[in-house]
């Protein structure tokens, strides 16, 4: 069955540091992967996605995702966090059909000023 | 701009009672889905829909059941909420491979 990994549930990082984020995919074919945030007591908004092509994806808030297929792994990047990225951070595994998405648990993003 | 809207932001209910939540997309996409989110569980996906009047069970249905009469509009339904319904409820519609979100509904069953 497919499963997505987020190992961290629980990242603090100082304003201006460096973040990444790390996810891990178990589905053997080619992934379509996501990453979404939730600000507290929002829905959820996609950051960036994978289908194809270079491996290296851009997003929307300075964000950016690489996927490695050897590793498994789809890490969302930052070089330098603002206070306002402090959320929850989820990746997701699409089925390429159906659009099911199956999700990580999520890391929860703390930024300390 | 997509938009995905839920008809309420916050629910308060007592146990045994029927329970709506209704989803709105305007996008006219065909792929319409309801999660519920709990900490440390992530989402969870209860049922989902390709098209009016067709649905599928996801991961988690039991308690729930769903309606789409319309294609815009995807309700769920709690026959009879009980506490361990007490959660997040996020709907979602798809296009192109990609879910968007509307802002949730979190319901506390008493």
């Known amino acids: 069955a497919q499963s997505v990994t987020q190992p961290d549930i629980h990242i603090t990082v100082s304003e201006g540091a460096s973040l990444e984020l790390r996810c891990n995919y178990s589905?053997?074919?080619?992934?379509?992967l996501f990453w979404y945030v939730q600000s507290p007591g929002q829905g959820l908004q996609l950051l960036l996605k994978y289908f194809s092509g270079d491996t290296l994806v851009q997003g929307i808030k300075g964000f950016e995702a690489e996927f490695k297929r050897s590793q498994s792994s789809f890490n969302l990047r930052k070089p330098s966090v603002h206070w306002s990225d402090a959320a929850e951070y989820f990746c997701?595994?699409?089925?390429?059909?159906?659009?099911?998405?199956?999700f990580g648990t999520g890391t929860r993003l703390t930024i300390i000023p | 701009d997509v938009k995905v809207t839920q008809s309420s932001r916050y629910l308060v209910k007592r146990t045994g009672e029927k329970v709506f939540l209704e989803c709105v997309q305007d996008?006219?996409?065909?792929?319409m889905f309801w999660y519920r989110q709990d900490p440390g569980l992530g989402l969870r996906l209860i049922y989902f829909?390709?098209?009016?009047?067709?649905?599928e069970k996801g991961d988690i249905p039991e308690g729930y059941s769903v309606s789409r009469e319309k294609k815009e509009r995807f309700s769920l339904i709690l026959e009879s909420a009980s506490t361990n319904q007490t959660s997040m409820y996020l709907c979602a519609s798809s296009g192109r491979e990609t879910q968007y979100f509307g802002p949730g509904t979190r319901l506390l069953v008493l």
């Open positions: 829909s390709y098209d009016v009047k067709m649905k």
């Open positions: 589905y053997g074919a080619t992934p379509y």
């Open positions: 997701a595994d699409a089925n390429f059909g159906n659009e099911k998405l199956t």
């Open positions: 996008m006219d996409h065909e792929n």
